[in-house]
């Protein structure tokens, strides 16, 4: 099974909406994704909502053969080095959250 990484098209006209899916590229441009790594907004505000990627998913996908279309690999090129750095801090705070649960699970309780 060949599988590519692309956008999947949602919204409505004048408005669409894409989704980066890892599909089988024998399906059709809207057909049943494998996974889905991230979305594309063009008419969003802001320019942290116009677009999401799940970096470390999409490194895993490309390790074992996926390939981007165009477009999508405008975007990995571009801005995967930000997701990764954002999926990192929320790796940390978790680690940190749940050490500092630890911690007060550990620590005797005071009269």
């Not at 060949?2 to 980066?20: C, D, E, L, N, S």
């Not at 677009?51 to 895993?60: D, F, G, M, Q």
């Amino acid at each position: 099974m060949a599988v590519v990484i692309r956008m999947k098209q949602f919204g409505r006209t004048h408005r669409h909406y894409f989704r980066i899916v890892a599909i089988d590229k024998r399906q059709p441009r809207d057909g049943r994704a494998i996974e889905e790594l991230g979305h594309y907004d063009p008419h969003a505000n802001s320019e942290e909502d116009r677009l999401s990627l799940a970096s470390s998913r999409i490194k895993y996908w490309m390790s074992v053969g996926a390939i981007a279309s165009d477009k999508v690999q405008v975007f990995i090129n571009k801005y995967l080095e930000k997701f990764e750095g954002i999926e990192a801090k929320k790796i940390a705070d978790k680690a940190a959250a749940k050490a500092d649960a630890a911690a007060k699970a550990a620590e005797p309780a005071k009269a």
